[in-house]
């Protein structure tokens, strides 16, 4: 149950100074750049010892930088960055490439927020359904299935509440705000 040692940990992060500025789509080129992108996206401490990748097509990864901890951050290839722990790694992996999703449980830190998604399908093109979520943590893997029926599964969910993201397919997973009264996620 490491899942519950980390959403413990998640209530001491909530405390700290909210990360999100505003949030676009550049993929910075350089290095130190890059680095300081990925690294909003998770508390200073964890993303000051975090590995830093970059990913392109087929999520190939490129590493930047050796971590000390157990998280990966990154920027991904839309320009939002995010942290997680190997479980939440293999999770982007799989939906990146359509493959299966772990059946474990993993947590991936969103603290810059994201710039938005079509909820009902991980693929679509258009953008129906469309949610923007601010400053977050997601739930993914096997303890998210096990506890997407306890919230929304709206397709237009309320981003500054806690739903199920892409409800129903077997990608969901759990969006937990993590605004702490910024106005972000509104």
């Not at 909530?14 to 998770?42: H, N, R, Y």
């Not at 942290?83 to 490439?97: K, M, N, P, Q, Y």
Request: aromatic share 10%; net charge negative.
């Amino acid at each position: 149950m490491r899942w519950l040692f980390t959403l413990a940990s998640v209530t001491l992060a909530f405390s700290s100074p909210s990360l999100a500025a505003e949030l676009t789509a550049e993929v910075p080129k350089g290095d130190p750049e890059f680095i300081a992108k990925a690294m909003s996206a998770a508390p200073a401490d964890i993303g000051m010892n975090a590995t830093i990748i970059r990913i392109g097509e087929g999520f190939k990864v490129t590493p930047i930088r050796t971590g000390t901890n157990m998280w990966t951050c990154a920027v991904d290839m839309s320009g939002e960055p995010w942290c997680a722990d190997a479980v939440g790694l293999e999770w982007f992996r799989a939906i990146s490439t359509q493959a299966e999703p772990p059946d474990k449980t993993g947590f991936i830190y969103m603290f810059a927020g994201d710039l938005g998604t079509s909820n009902h399908d991980p693929y679509a093109t258009d953008k129906s359904h469309w949610i923007r979520t601010g400053p977050h943590v997601m739930i993914v893997g096997k303890a998210a299935h096990e506890m997407a029926a306890n919230y929304p599964h709206e397709v237009d969910a309320n981003p500054a509440h806690a739903y199920v993201m892409f409800p129903g397919t077997k990608y969901q997973h759990l969006m937990l705000p993590a605004d702490m009264g910024t106005g972000h996620g509104q």
